[in-house]
């Protein structure tokens, strides 16, 4: 059996004061009896992980807290089964999931990094390296097989021009996408026939009757103020003279040829957003190696570690 000499003795007790620091920082006695620090987070790279992840902590604090700001403000939060009652999509949705995924991110590898906890930095890795493949499967899938995801993007939309009026944030994403893109409906105007303020039967006594959303409406450059009346019995016209007053394109073409015209910009971001997953996997993963080969160095015992000499 191997002779250990004794070495000093640092204290691991809840109650022990040092036990508030990162592992990292407490401090070693050399051979020589002098101090120095234990230095695990900072040799491998702890600081700018922890530096960035807090980043990404704040932001996905924030994104939560305004997505359930939004949801108090419709009173959601007071009645919860208003989130399945809606037919289409709520914005609020992409906040609340966003900034929940990006704040129990930031808060593992942050802590794992700070603390030096291999158990939060290998969750944060595995964590991130799924969604990083998820993105990866999602735009290999998209690519092979673009008529069902071009079928189930129509199909989306529709659904959401159908709850159009049922939600103030819908209503004001569709308007934004329409006037973004100088689209209307998924596949053109006659999509807001699913809606039931916009539909021309008979029956339907509203005065949008066979009409579009403004946000459809071909904008004058020369009006001060927006005429929200614009799209009204529009339909009833012929297609070639809707095309004076409204955009006759679908949403789903439009969305498409502004990918094509803008592929190298899309392309760019979500190959940085890739490479910024990988360098997080790469950083927690170096830091839990560099905490196994440095605790591969200390005895553990009741009430603390004995460093081997």
């Not at 944060?124 to 799924?130: E, I, K, R, T, Y």
């Not at 689209?183 to 026939?193: T, V, Y």
């Not at 009409?211 to 009833?236: I, K, W």
């Amino acid at each position: 059996m191997l002779k250990k000499k004794k070495g000093p003795w640092i204290p691991f007790t809840a109650l022990s004061p040092l036990s508030l620091f990162p592992p990292g920082f407490l401090k070693t006695l050399s051979s020589s009896g002098e101090g120095a620090l234990l230095g695990v987070g900072k040799d491998a790279g702890a600081p700018a992980l922890s530096s960035l992840l807090l980043l990404l902590q704040v932001l996905g604090a924030l994104f939560l807290a305004i997505g359930l700001w939004a949801w108090g403000e419709k009173g959601v939060l007071s009645n919860i089964s208003a989130l399945t009652d809606l037919g289409g999509l709520d914005p609020v949705w992409l906040f609340v999931v966003v900034g929940g995924i990006m704040s129990v991110l930031g808060f593992a590898g942050c802590i794992g990094a700070l603390r030096e906890n291999t158990f939060l930095l290998k969750f944060f890795s595995v964590f991130l390296g799924f969604i990083f493949f998820l993105e990866l499967a999602t735009g290999i899938l998209a690519f092979v097989f673009k008529d069902w995801i071009r079928d189930q993007l129509n199909l989306f939309i529709n659904n959401n021009v159908k709850a159009y009026r049922d939600d103030i944030d819908l209503q004001n994403l569709i308007d934004f996408a329409q006037e973004y893109w100088s689209c209307c409906g998924a596949r053109g105007p006659n999509d807001w026939n699913l809606n039931i303020y916009f539909n021309c039967t008979d029956v339907n006594p509203s005065r949008e009757r066979c009409g579009v959303p403004f946000s459809c409406c071909v904008r004058d450059p020369v009006e001060d103020v927006l005429n929200t009346q614009c799209g009204y019995d529009v339909r009833l016209k012929l297609e070639l003279e809707q095309q004076g007053f409204i955009h006759t394109k679908g949403c789903v073409g439009q969305f498409e040829k502004w990918l094509q015209d803008n592929l190298i910009i899309v392309a760019g971001i979500f190959v940085g957003i890739a490479l910024l997953q990988i360098f997080g996997i790469c950083l927690a993963q170096n830091l839990v190696s560099d905490i196994k080969a440095v605790k591969a160095n200390w005895i553990k015992h009741d009430d603390g570690y004995r460093l081997l000499k």
